[in-house]
Structure formats: structure tokens, C-alpha cells
């Protein structure tokens, strides 16, 4: 079929149409390390399309405050001495006139004054200026228009024409402040997620060091050991541990002989004897219910009071205390030449430097649990940069 002149501007639509359809959207890779100088080049751009606003809104504003100075000099050169109202009248009207002038000066020195920080910033402080404005000069802009509404509106249409200037450029720009925020919370967050490595850098430095210090501790430990091990092979150790034994030995003695002499004293007889005499009542009655202990507190004294010359076993019985007696006095003798634990200041140190372990390992925990939050916080921060980059055709590899 022959395509008709009449069919070509058809074709030529809808070639319009194929054509103009949107290219697709490239995204670029971007690693964590390239963050920095791509924030760094955003907002250079973004400096640069802000300082043209700032220019745009410095100028317009010279331009209709050179206007607004100019109405204010001619309002100000209102002749009152040809008004017909009354003195009085005319008395408020000046007093509110000169209130609003007031505000008007208040308004462009804050104008003339304005920083130029960033778009947000600036935004806001010109709005809260025309904010101000309205608030503090309604009520005299209202009063002094009974006689001075003609002059009064010049100035105000300036003050008007000004805003909307402002408010146009602001709304055909909004994509700068939308790309302006997007870069400051990319940077917030980046510069959130570079104090978070540095705290897990850091929180490792810690952990190294606290092992180091327990590797030291356990050197320590081993090296008290050896001392401990030398000490026992010396021959002062073993006399010593030779004199602990014989100790013992003479020990066991001396608590053989106290039970055999308990077996020599019949506590019955003993009881039937003295069961009228209360005092040696009561030294039968103790000797009987803990033998080794009233025995040991005088070394047989009491027990040797409760025999008379004429009983056959009190030689039984002091033969036996004098007997256990000398075993004392030679256990005493052998525990005078004992020297005591020799090793035990190395054991003791050993001791204390466990405990110095046990702390340092605690320590460690801490700085794992600090490391196991600051790296979720890694990932959340991580994710919240992936975001941001997102709005720049940007993917982190």
C-alpha cells in the first residue's frame, strides 16, 4: 500500500513520539573511598547554582530598595498642614506613619545585612524578614492609611512585588534545595559512618592491646611458675618439706597417746567419786564430753588433780602426759625450724595475676560488645549512603 501525502504527517507523529521517549538512566559504581570527592564535587555545583540565586535575590532586592527608600522620602514629605482632619487626627496619624517607617528601615537594614550561607538557610531568614514585616507593622500601616493610604500602598506594592519575586525564584529553583539537602544528608551520613570506622579501628586497637597485656600477665604467670619449680628442687625446700613431715609424724604421736590416755580414764568411776564435789564434778563431766580439747587447754593439770597419791593409775596417768608433753616440746622444736611456705609468695603473685586476667578478659567482652554495635551501626549507615546515591544514579560496589 503507497503511503498518501496525507498519511505523512502521521508517520512523521509518531516518529516524534518514538523518538522523544526517555533515554534510559545509566547507573555509574562508585566505591566507599570515591564518597568524599563525589560530595565534595556536588556541592561545588551546587555552591555555584546557589550563588546565582543569591545573585538573582541580591539584586532585585538593591533594586526595589533603592525604590522603597524613595517612596519612604516622599511619604515622609507629606504635607499635614494642608489635611482638613482634625490636629488630633492628624497627631495619630504621624505617630503611626513614622512607626511603619520605622519597620520599613528595620526591614531593609535586615535585607542588606542577610547572609548568604546555604539555600535552606536563606530561604527561611528572607521569609521570617517578610514575616516580621507584616506582624510589626500591620496595626501603623492600618492606623496612619486614614490620611496617608495612597503613599502607604506605594511602599507596600514594593514590599509585595519584592516577595513574590523571591518566592518565584525560590519555586522555579526548588531542585537545587532538593539536590542541596540530598547532598548534606549524603555528607551527614557518610561523615556519621567515617566516625563509626574509626571507632571500630579504634575499638580494635583495644582489643590487640588487651590481649598484649594478657600475653604479658601469662609470661609473668609461667615465669613464677619456674621460680615455684626451682624452689622445689632446691634442697632448702626439701629439708624443709623433710621437717613438715616429721611435723606431722609427732603429730599423729601426740594425738595416738591423747586417745590412749582417754582409755586409761574411767570417766565413771571418776563421776561416782566426785558427783557431791560440783568443781571437780564439773572438770569429769568437760574431760569426758571433749577429752582432746580440756586436755590440750593445761596439759593434763586438771586431770591429774582428780587422782590421789594413793590411786594405782595416777602414775599410769602422768607417765603417759609426761610423755605426750615431750612430744610436744619436740614438736615445737621441729616447727620453730620449719620455714613457712617458702613458694607461697610466688603462689600468692600467681594468684593476683589470674585475677589481673580475669579482668582484662572482661575488658575484652566489653570492647566485643562495643565492636558487635558499631559494626550493625556500619551496615545501617551503609545502607542509609546507598540510599543517598541513589538519587544520583549512583550504586556503592
Not at 165 to 187: A, C, G, R, T, Y
Not at 190 to 205: D, P
Amino acid at each position: 500500500m503507497l503511503l498518501t501525502s496525507k498519511s505523512m504527517p502521521i508517520i512523521k507523529f509518531f516518529k516524534k513520539i518514538i523518538s522523544s521517549e526517555p533515554e534510559p538512566v545509566v547507573i555509574e559504581k562508585i566505591s566507599i573511598e570515591d564518597v568524599p570527592e563525589l560530595i565534595r564535587k556536588k556541592q561545588d555545583e551546587i555552591n555555584s547554582l546557589e550563588k546565582e540565586i543569591f545573585d538573582i535575590v541580591d539584586s532585585k532586592n538593591k533594586q526595589e530598595i533603592k525604590e522603597i527608600k524613595r517612596k519612604i522620602s516622599e511619604l515622609e514629605s507629606f504635607d499635614f498642614k494642608k489635611s482638613k482632619a482634625e490636629e488630633r487626627a492628624k497627631l495619630f496619624v504621624k505617630e503611626n506613619m513614622r512607626n511603619y517607617i520605622s519597620h520599613i528601615e528595620s526591614f531593609i537594614t535586615d535585607l542588606e545585612k542577610l547572609e548568604q550561607t546555604n539555600l535552606q538557610d536563606f530561604i527561611n531568614k528572607i521569609n521570617n524578614i517578610f514575616s516580621d514585616l507584616d506582624k510589626k507593622s500591620f496595626i501603623n500601616y492600618k492606623k496612619a492609611s486614614y490620611l496617608l493610604e495612597r503613599q502607604l500602598s506605594q511602599v507596600k506594592q514594593s514590599t509585595v512585588i519584592l516577595s513574590k519575586h523571591h518566592k518565584k525564584v525560590f519555586d522555579e529553583k526548588k531542585d537545587i534545595l532538593d539536590k542541596s539537602q540530598k547532598i548534606n544528608e549524603l555528607k551527614s551520613n557518610y561523615e556519621e559512618f567515617t566516625k563509626n570506622k574509626e571507632k571500630i579501628m579504634s575499638s580494635k586497637e583495644d582489643f590487640n592491646k588487651l590481649n598484649e597485656k594478657i600475653k604479658l600477665v601469662e609470661d609473668e604467670i609461667k615465669l613464677n611458675l619456674e621460680k615455684i619449680e626451682l624452689i622445689k628442687s632446691s634442697n632448702e625446700y626439701l629439708e624443709n618439706l623433710d621437717k613438715i613431715k616429721e611435723l606431722e609424724n609427732i603429730e599423729k604421736k601426740i594425738s595416738d597417746e591423747i586417745l590412749l590416755l582417754k582409755e586409761i580414764v574411767d570417766f565413771k568411776e571418776l563421776g561416782n567419786l566426785y558427783h557431791t564435789i560440783p568443781e571437780k564434778n564439773s572438770i569429769v563431766k568437760k574431760h569426758r564430753e571433749n577429752f582432746v580439747k580440756e586436755f590440750t587447754n593445761d596439759w593434763g593439770i586438771n586431770l591429774v588433780s582428780l587422782y590421789s597419791d594413793t590411786n594405782p593409775k595416777k602414775s599410769q596417768i602422768t607417765n603417759k602426759i609426761d610423755k605426750i608433753i615431750n612430744l610436744n616440746k619436740n614438736k615445737q622444736g621441729i616447727k620453730s625450724q620449719i620455714k613457712q611456705d617458702l613458694d607461697k609468695p610466688h603462689h600468692d603473685k600467681i594468684k593476683e595475676l589470674e585475677q589481673n586476667i580475669n579482668n582484662l578478659k572482661l575488658e575484652i567482652d566489653k570492647v566485643n560488645k562495643l565492636n558487635e554495635k558499631l559494626k550493625s551501626s556500619e551496615q545501617e549507615l551503609i545502607s542509609l549512603v546507598k540510599k543517598n546515591l541513589k538519587h544520583f544514579n549512583l550504586e556503592l560496589v
